[in-house]
């Protein structure tokens, strides 16, 4: 899946997982909202709703940030599936005490909308453990394909090479003129003329081969370092080398981008080396011809490489796609597909297969990250999501603002039950849980806006933050409290005018924006050394529980 289409995904997941959270919340706090005492209210229903909304927050920081890239869809399918069988299973109970479609006390809608919330949030974690088992199996399956891939190299390579070594050695010894044996991949030049002579060029020939595996096994057994590449300048020099290895095919560089610079390992060079290969060697073109076409955009840089042969078959193709290795060798594909695909994942490489030169043959294309973006930004922050330390100082910033926001709002206004209200519980407490929650939700809408690239420059600058945060407070202000809160009060039947555009509304919104643009940006300029002192700290306790551990062992 390309980088730009998981981030839809991801994004897509998220939603999904804050709109269960926050419909069964707002289902499960109006059914419930008869509490007949403050002891009842505390403990039966505001647990529900902390569970719902923080539920409703999980989905939300699963659309913004580095981890959902990675894990929100697998999340959002178990959420799913945890609410849509904890409902039939409240369904199949109900029903199997009779009092399936009867007319049901709010108490006992309550209930079953608290049991579907516990089922939504059981498939949530869940989710998020087959997630992560998943990903340490592909990191598994990648280390298995690449040691099957050296076994078979050596395999075919280097037993073969040796056969005919032993083929011919007999010759070279006993001076006869006929071979003492042959090569499994056709190499019989020992003829009743050439004795000697050819039997020893076959030995030789066979020697390069064993050498030219046991370098490949190098390559693909050591671990690449990872920086930028120029590729433009680094395909002009693989294509020049490919023209002196294959002087009888015809290549073309085409070069449409001013800056080729890309985010890459060192073995690059390696795997376009096996892509100009392959597109010549298993060409069976009249006059092989090789395109070269770079291209970039804002995040990426691509490279194709088209060729005029007879296409991929099906199972090169998923080799290529999926990085999964046939379960028998195939002779006549050879190895080049299959390193071309770890060297590409290596790299974090997007792999794409389409058409070739003139529709005919196969086009491969790889998508590598950017460093930078034109205008400097590191695409690192852009593609990734929200980091896991960013997520924290806007969760944090958010709490701070949400608080200077609420006091006014509580002293002078007193319309933090009324903020209650929209979740069926007009009370102090319920009004703080969801006035916190709505901060803590927008103020991670305000921090994935400031990682868009054309504003994520700013996201350290304290003045700059501050007044985009107070510009993103007041468009809150007039969407949000303006239209959806008094169409919601509507809706469950209370009083409102609408637009609610109060000039106190906006006075306390373009507060809570600009302490949460100025905090989030302070917060920012110190994670790093926050962040380090941390990791320092836990290196320590760890450390020094190692050294306890060793002296109780010496001392047993």
């Known amino acids: 899946m390309s980088q730009r289409r998981s981030r839809w995904w991801a994004g897509g997941s998220g939603v999904v997982v804050a709109g269960i959270g926050f419909l069964l919340t707002r289902s499960t706090t109006a059914a419930s909202a008869t509490a007949e005492s403050s002891a009842s209210f505390l403990f039966g229903e505001v647990p529900f ?86 990903a340490k199996g592909r990191a598994v ?47 019989r030049e020992a003829t009743a003329d050439g004795g000697v002579a050819d039997a020893a060029d076959a030995i030789e020939r066979s020697a390069d081969r064993i050498n030219e595996a046991i370098e490949e096994v190098n390559r693909l057994t050591r671990s690449g370092t990872t920086g930028t590449v120029d590729l433009g300048s680094l395909l002009e020099s693989c294509v020049a080398d490919a023209e002196t290895r294959y002087p009888h095919a015809e290549f073309e560089l085409q070069n449409n981008t001013d800056d080729s610079v890309a985010v890459a390992t060192d073995r690059i060079e390696y795997l376009f080396e096996h892509l100009l290969g392959n597109a010549i060697e298993h060409n069976e073109a009249a006059k092989p011809r090789v395109r070269v076409e770079l291209d970039s955009d804002w995040e990426t840089v691509s490279v194709t490489v088209a060729d005029n042969g007879n296409g991929l078959p099906e199972r090169q193709r998923q080799v290529l796609l999926d990085g999964e290795l046939p379960e028998y060798d195939d002779p006549g594909a050879g190895f080049g597909l299959t390193i071309v695909r770890l060297l590409a994942t290596e790299s974090n490489a997007d792999v794409a297969v389409d058409r070739g030169i003139d529709g005919s043959g196969v086009g491969i294309k790889l998508t590598f990250r950017r460093e930078r973006t034109p205008d400097g930004t590191a695409v690192a922050a852009l593609g990734g999501g929200v980091s896991a330390g960013s997520l924290g100082v806007a969760a944090a910033a958010a709490t701070v603002a949400g608080f200077v926001m609420g006091v006014p709002l509580s002293l002078v206004q007193g319309s933090i039950p009324v903020i209650g209200a929209l979740y069926g519980m007009p009370s102090p407490v319920a009004g703080w849980t969801v006035h916190m929650f709505h901060s803590v939700v927008f103020g991670l809408g305000f921090v994935a806006l400031l990682s868009t690239p054309r504003l994520i420059r700013y996201r350290s600058e304290s003045a700059v933050a501050a007044v985009l ?16 809160m008094p169409v919601w009060l509507r809706v469950i039947g209370l009083p409102a005018t609408i637009p609610n555009l109060e000039l106190a509304g906006l006075f306390g919104h373009l507060l809570w924006g600009v302490t949460l643009g100025a905090v989030f940006a302070v917060g920012r300029r110190r994670l790093p050394r926050y962040g380090s002192g941390i990791k320092k700290y836990i290196r320590a306790t760890l450390h020094k529980a190692n050294n306890v551990g060793h002296r109780s062992d010496k001392g047993a």
């Open 49 to 134: 709703l902390v569970v719902g909304l923080g539920l409703s927050l999980f989905g939300v920081s699963l659309a913004v940030s580095e981890w959902g890239r990675e894990h929100g869809v697998t999340v959002a399918r178990w959420c799913l599936f945890g609410t849509a069988a904890t409902g039939i299973a409240v369904a199949a109970s109900l029903f199997g005490a009779g009092i399936f479609g009867a007319p049901s006390g709010a108490q006992t809608v309550a209930l079953g909308l608290d049991i579907l919330l516990t089922g939504a949030v059981g498939g949530t974690v869940t989710g998020i453990q087959v997630s992560r088992r998943r």
């Open 141 to 187: 399956a990648e280390r298995n394909t690449r040691l099957t891939l050296l076994n078979r190299i050596l395999r075919h390579e280097v037993l073969n090479s040796l056969n005919v070594v032993r083929g011919y050695a007999g010759i070279v010894g006993t001076d006869d003129r006929e071979p003492a044996g042959g090569s499994a991949d056709g190499d």
């Open 469 to 484: 945060g107070g510009l993103y407070g007041t468009a809150v202000w007039f969407v949000a409290a303006g239209f959806v």
